[in-house]
């Protein structure tokens, strides 16, 4: 049926027995294969025969593709007949025909990709009212204040809405037919919680995607527009939710992006209930956080001795697969190609290894810096053009940054490479000697000088530095040493050491100015620090333990 009943049900098909009923024979089982029909006949078997009360076999397929309801009813015909029922079931194969499929986790996620699974659970709603939590109540009449996961919703909603990820591919998702429908109360002093969920799996330091498809179910005349805030942590968004209700499929996707701090994270949506009117119903499917994808770049750099030449290309040194994988973003910089002179592959670049006015770098639409200072473009597949001439017996880091977005499903890309005449060394992620490793405050230190470009210093930051690994390491940036809490904080932030003492404390803004510096010969277990008055934002934190360790971390002042 394609109602909830026959009685509702504007196409109905039935199933006639073939076979004789013999009360003699005990249990008769009856099976009744649901497959697609020949284009003029409907499914059949040795039991019996479907037929179908309007359409053909047309109406057959349309009906399958999106049954509301299953059920069965036994034509006594006169006379006083007895009948029992049971094990009612529907299994992959029926004497051998295919069947509909049970329902799985698959849907229209944020990132399609090998191994990028989805890390809510029942993210598509086709196992029901499972997997979450909501301050709202399900019922099936959906009132204000109440939920529920249905296949339609109209009868509640007088809606007309189809599953997101049959609207988005019918083929792959042909099965899947639920989602949320939420009335939303209006008229209250905030917002609630309408949908809850716990993630974990999640590994430390990678980025992430979450994504939400709504739609609006607009109601009478004062119609209020949903606005909804996705949640991930500590990482919020708010969107007004403004869909064409006429259009069954126009569903639309909010994001949230955000690297893991740890492996577990608390999934949120929150409906404003502010507005004053009708309306605020809204429909929810295909919820989904799922790890970006490494976007599998590489650079390749070529050092000519005899001219003291250095090429520069994406990939390979061919310009055919100079490619990016992050057209979605809104920026105009798709990537940062920068270039400077360091005495030896492995110093420390603010102790001496930055050689003064070697640092220059150029993007797709412009370039800066003393050794750039035309602003020249550099291609994906350059040779540096208007930077310092590169000369013989010399170290240089050569190395590309290619930003991401929300908006994208790839992380971003740090690639760089040591040349020395005609060498060059792969710095590895892994950093193994001789190779150098860029740690997140260098990184921090190039993005502050190529992308936001409020940092005109050619030394840059003096509390910055390179980790050299296999040398004597000045930097242990690995979260887990220290404790800090809460975060993200508002009014004071209490920062204490693993298993040693701290000897001193300094907090940098984003833009690395000095915002709070505690040094001195007392060493201390815990330090609780006033951070009322510091602006919103995100700010580096530097410990010295007392074995001279330095250990780093972040924070969000809220």
Same mark, same amino acid.
């Not at 919680?193 to 939400?212: R, S």
């Not at 750039?372 to 597949?381: K, Q, Y």
């Not at 590895?428 to 190779?435: R, S």
């Given at each position: 049926m394609d109602g909830n009943d026959p009685?509702?049900?504007?196409?109905?098909?039935?199933?006639?027995?073939?076979?004789?009923?013999?009360?003699?024979?005990?249990?008769?089982?009856?099976?009744?294969?649901?497959?697609?029909?020949?284009g003029?006949?409907?499914?059949?078997?040795?039991?019996?025969?479907?037929?179908?009360?309007?359409?053909?076999?047309?109406?057959?397929?349309?009906?399958?593709t999106g049954v509301r309801a299953i059920g069965f009813s036994i034509d006594l015909g006169s006379g006083d007949e007895k009948f029992g029922y049971d094990n009612i079931c529907i299994s992959k194969t029926c004497d051998g025909t295919v069947i509909i499929d049970p329902?799985?986790?698959?849907?229209?996620?944020?990132?399609?990709?090998?191994?990028?699974?989805?890390?809510?659970?029942?993210? %598509?709603?086709?196992?029901?009212n499972t997997g979450f939590i909501s301050n709202y109540t399900q019922t099936n009449t959906t009132y204000p204040g109440e939920y529920n996961v249905t296949t339609t919703a109209a009868a509640a909603f007088g809606a007309n809405v189809t599953d997101h990820s049959f609207c988005a591919d019918p083929t792959a998702y042909a099965t899947n037919d639920k989602f949320l429908v939420v009335n939303g109360k209006t008229q209250q002093s905030g917002g609630n919680?309408?949908? *809850?969920? %716990?993630?974990?799996?999640?590994?430390?330091?990678?980025?992430?995607?979450?994504?939400?498809n709504f739609k609006d179910m607009e109601q009478c005349t004062f119609n209020i527009l949903p606005k909804i805030t996705l949640q991930a942590g500590?990482?919020?968004?708010?969107?007004?939710?403004?869909?064409?209700?006429?259009?069954?499929?126009?569903?639309?996707?909010?994001?949230?992006?955000?690297? &893991?701090q740890r492996t577990s994270i608390n999934l949120v949506i929150q409906l404003d209930e502010t507005g004053n009117?009708?309306?605020?119903?809204? &429909?929810?499917?295909?919820? &989904?956080l799922q790890q970006k994808l490494d976007p599998g770049y590489f650079i390749t750099v070529q050092h000519q001795g005899n001219n003291n030449t250095i090429t520069g290309s994406l990939n390979t040194m061919s310009t055919g697969d100079d490619m990016l994988l992050n057209q979605e973003c809104e920026f105009r910089d798709n990537y940062y190609w920068f270039v400077y002179e360091t005495t030896t592959p492995t110093a420390p670049l603010f102790t001496g290894g930055l050689v003064s006015g070697s640092f220059g770098w150029a993007s797709n639409s412009n370039g800066?810096?003393?050794?750039?200072?035309?602003?020249?473009?550099?291609?994906?597949?350059?040779?540096?053009?208007?930077?310092?001439?590169?000369?013989?017996?010399?170290?240089?880091?050569?190395?590309?940054?290619i930003p991401s977005c929300c908006a994208s499903c790839y992380t971003e890309k740090w690639m760089y490479q040591v040349?020395?005449?005609?060498?060059?060394?792969?710095?590895? *992620? *892994?950093?193994?000697?001789?190779?150098? *490793?860029f740690t997140e405050e260098i990184q921090d230190y190039f993005i502050r000088r190529f992308v936001r470009g409020n940092d005109t210093s050619d030394v840059g930051d003096s509390n910055l530095e390179v980790e050299i690994h296999g040398k004597n390491s000045t930097i242990n940036s690995i979260e887990k040493n220290i404790q800090l809490y809460p975060n993200p904080a508002s009014k004071s932030l209490n920062i204490s050491l693993d298993k040693q003492k701290i000897s001193s404390i300094e907090i940098f803004s984003i833009t690395g100015q000095t915002v709070y510096s505690k040094k001195g010969n007392e060493k201390i277990n815990q330090k609780e620090v006033d951070i009322s008055n510091f602006p919103k934002g995100i700010y580096m934190v530097k410990i010295m333990g007392e074995n001279q360790q330095l250990y780093s971390t972040k924070f969000v002042k809220k």
């Open positions: 009685s509702s049900s504007t196409i109905i098909a039935r199933f006639v027995l073939s076979i004789p009923v013999d009360v003699s024979r005990g249990w008769i089982r009856v099976c009744a294969p649901i497959a697609y029909s020949d003029v006949n409907l499914p059949s078997n040795a039991n019996g025969q479907w037929i179908i009360n309007t359409g053909g076999a047309a109406a057959w397929d349309s009906l399958i329902p799985t986790e698959e849907g229209d996620y944020c990132c399609e990709g090998e191994n990028n699974n989805n890390l809510v659970v029942n993210g %598509n709603f086709e196992f029901g919680i309408i949908w *809850e969920q %716990n993630v974990t799996g999640l590994i430390v330091g990678k980025e992430y995607k979450m994504c939400a500590s990482n919020t968004v708010t969107q007004t939710i403004n869909t064409d209700d006429l259009n069954p499929c126009d569903w639309q996707r909010v994001e949230i992006c955000f690297k &893991a009117g009708d309306g605020n119903d809204i &429909a929810i499917d295909d919820i &989904a800066g810096g003393p050794a750039n200072s035309s602003g020249t473009p550099w291609s994906l597949t350059t040779n540096f053009p208007t930077y310092n001439t590169f000369g013989q017996n010399k170290f240089y880091i050569v190395g590309m940054y040349v020395y005449n005609s060498n060059h060394f792969m710095i590895t *992620e *892994e950093g193994e000697q001789p190779y150098t *490793e």
